[in-house]
């Protein structure tokens, strides 16, 4: 299957601080790659989806001004958390869809702890 | 927009035994359902598909069924062992489109 990376794998950090996590679709190219965050045994709430070359979308309730997307390349996404307070403390993934495949694969997560 | 319901939330069975999770879906314009396995701490990995014109799919011990008059599929895993034990989730999409994901059933398989 496709491969997708993800790092770092888990940060702690200060409140107050930004936090940057890279999204790579190493074997192929993707125009839109997923966010998700999870909290402790529940769901994978949809954050927003990352466009290559234009602006994220954002699913309601997300602050687009706290969780800044960059899709700069095709195979690269970010998600920078702006200002972390401890309620940000979540595990994030990212995720992508190869062309012409309907399958979703999912990067390895990153497990935020904010101080 | 889509909304995925996913029952039971909880699931422990004996080992040997069968387990069997279901999800509902809204949207009938649904064309894909995934299901994922994910452990503590990891990656979601998918362990089985189906597109809205199969009704059964199985890949050894592990089978999916889709009722798309009903809207409705179905997790089977025979035979379970220790190793199944993790939290399982459903999935809808359309082809191309963002993936709606279940709440989550956490299974336990008793030695």
């Known amino acids: 299957g496709a491969v997708v990376s993800q790092h770092p794998s888990r940060v702690i950090c200060k409140s107050g601080t930004s936090v940057k996590i890279e999204c790579r679709s190493l074997?192929?190219?993707?125009?839109?790659m997923f966010w998700y965050r999870q909290f402790p045994k529940q769901s994978l709430m949809l954050m927003a989806t990352s466009n290559e070359g234009s602006k994220a979308t954002y699913e309601q309730g997300v602050e687009k001004d706290k969780f800044l997307i960059n899709h700069a390349s095709l195979t690269l996404s970010t998600l920078t958390v702006t200002s972390a307070h401890p309620e940000d403390s979540s595990f994030y993934i990212c995720?992508?869809?190869?062309?012409?495949?309907?399958?979703?694969?999912f990067g390895s997560g990153t497990q935020l702890s904010v101080l | 927009g889509e909304n995925v319901e996913q029952h039971p939330s909880t699931l422990s069975v004996q080992e040997g035994d069968s387990a069997v999770i279901k999800c509902t879906y809204s949207?009938?314009?649904?064309?894909?359902f995934p299901w994922y396995k994910q452990e503590l701490g990891k990656r979601p990995q998918l362990i089985i598909d189906i597109r809205s014109n199969v009704g059964e799919k199985k890949d050894q011990r592990i089978a999916v069924t889709l009722n798309k008059t009903a809207k409705h599929f179905s997790l089977h895993i025979t035979e379970t062992q220790p190793e199944d034990s993790a939290v399982y989730f459903c999935a809808a999409s359309r082809v191309g489109n963002q993936f709606y994901f279940g709440t989550g059933t956490s299974l336990t398989v008793i030695p």
């Open positions: 995720s992508a869809r190869p062309p012409h495949n309907e399958k979703l694969f």
């Open positions: 074997d192929f190219q993707a125009t839109t």
């Open positions: 949207d009938s314009a649904s064309n894909y």
